[in-house]
Structure formats: structure tokens, C-alpha cells
T-cell receptor, first 115, second 113 residues
Framework: RKEVEQDPGPFNVPEGATVAFNCTYS??????FFWYRQDCRKEPKLLMS???SGNEDGRFTAQLNRASQYISLLIRDSKLSDSATYLC????????????????FGQGTILTVHP | NAGVTQTPKFRILKIGQSMTLQCAQD?????MYWYRQDPGMGLKLIYY???????DKGEVPNGYNVSRSTTEDFPLRLELPAPSQTSVYFC????????????FGPGTRLTVL
């Protein structure tokens, strides 16, 4: 099982649609969770962190379910500018268990919003 | 602040033609990272550093070397490039290890023929 696995996508949605991305992670000891956005041929940039209680930033809502080891991202009222690849990112312990040192990136889900 | 800068932006190498990818950050971050991203794949950690003089292997370190002589710079060296190392390379830095946002450079697109 992959350490971080995302919906394969791609998602093609019209402007104004609501779209949801899912992500699962394999290590129950993982501590921190993030969604990054990557535009075509650009570097990843942090979209939002994901907190246990769930969090919202404008049209974006992130949820975490530790019991199911599942993270989600909901985008409401999609805009053309939301077209990008969305990367699910998990911080997990190093193999020797000594520290929470590294981020593991999912393969990304491509979103295209069309007029 | 320039953030994280990388040079070159693009490079084509012949097999065995060594080169160094440069990375610098001006945010005074102790933690720096090198990733590679293959088409349709997530980022894979190559090496990381927790401060000047301290480096450690990531998930895919074979074929690469790093050094960290200053807080600002974290170069990645390919001694004997192979076609399997054709990829996009991203350097990143962060204030803390793992919990905080990582800031990425614009990437270097490397082709090994």
C-alpha cells in the first residue's frame, strides 16, 4: 500500500461546481497533513494545512479523519483559476521512529475547471 | 526576499557528464530539502539537511550527493548522471522539520541523454 494515495483523477468540472478530493495515508502515527497546489510546470505551494477539527479558507474546506486515515479537500464554486494539480502531503515518522522529519507527497490529482 | 532560488532552470546532460544543481534561500531557514518529481508522480525526497554541516539521505539518494557548508546554500551533485535521473528537481526550505510549510524553488528540468 502506498504511503499516501490520492484519487487518480483527472477531474474536469464546469465553473461554479463543487469538487472533492480524497486522500488516504498508511501510517497511523502521521502527525501533520497538508494540501499543496501545483500549477503546470511550476513549484508546489502550500494551499492549506489540515487540522483535526477541520478547517476552512474561503471556498476551500479540508477535513481529517484519523480513525479512517483519510483526508479530504472540498472546493466550492470552482473558478477557472483553480485549475491545477492538488497534492496531498503527510508528515510521518522516520523509519527509525526518532523524529517526525519528512513529508510524503501523494501523486497529485489534476483539476481542470472549464467555462 | 527572493525566497528559494535554483539554477539552472533547464539543462541537458550526456550520460556521465557530472553537474551541480544550485539552491539558495534567504529566509534563514535551517532545514533544506531536495526532491525529484517524475511525470504523474509525487515528489520523492532525495536528501535533506537540518543545518550547516548536517545532511541525511531521503527516500531516493542513490546517484546524488549534497553538501551544506552555509545556512543559505544546499547544492545537489550528480557525479555520473544516467537517463533514469531525467526529472524535475525541486529544492525547498522550511523553518522547522516536517511540521511547517515548505517553500519551494522554481525547479530545474534536467534531461540526461
Amino acid at each position: 500500500r502506498k504511503e499516501v494515495e490520492q484519487d487518480p483523477g483527472p477531474f474536469n468540472v464546469p465553473e461554479g461546481a463543487t469538487v472533492a478530493f480524497n486522500c488516504t495515508y498508511s501510517n497511523s502515527a502521521s502527525q501533520s497533513f497538508f494540501w499543496y497546489r501545483q500549477d503546470c510546470r511550476k513549484e508546489p505551494k502550500l494551499l492549506m494545512s489540515v487540522y483535526s477539527s477541520g478547517n476552512e479558507d474561503g471556498r476551500f474546506t479540508a477535513q481529517l479523519n484519523r480513525a479512517s486515515q483519510y483526508i479530504s479537500l472540498l472546493i466550492r464554486d470552482s473558478k477557472l483559476s483553480d485549475s491545477a494539480t492538488y497534492l496531498c502531503v503527510v508528515n510521518h515518522p522516520l523509519l527509525d521512529g526518532t523524529s517526525y522529519g519528512k513529508l510524503t507527497f501523494g501523486q497529485g490529482t489534476i483539476l481542470t475547471v472549464h467555462p | 526576499n527572493a525566497g528559494v532560488t535554483q539554477t539552472p532552470k533547464f539543462r541537458i546532460l550526456k550520460i556521465g557528464q557530472s553537474m551541480t544543481l544550485q539552491c539558495a534561500q534567504d529566509m534563514n531557514h535551517n532545514y533544506m530539502y531536495w526532491y525529484r518529481q517524475d511525470p504523474g508522480m509525487g515528489l520523492k525526497l532525495i536528501y535533506y539537511s537540518v543545518g550547516a554541516g548536517i545532511t541525511d539521505k531521503g527516500e531516493v539518494p542513490n546517484g546524488y550527493n549534497v553538501s551544506r557548508s552555509t545556512t543559505e546554500d544546499f547544492p545537489l551533485r550528480l557525479e555520473l548522471p544516467a537517463p533514469s535521473q531525467t526529472s524535475v528537481y525541486f529544492c525547498a526550505s522550511s523553518y522547522a522539520l516536517g511540521y511547517n510549510e515548505q517553500f519551494f524553488g522554481p525547479g530545474t528540468r534536467l534531461t540526461v541523454l
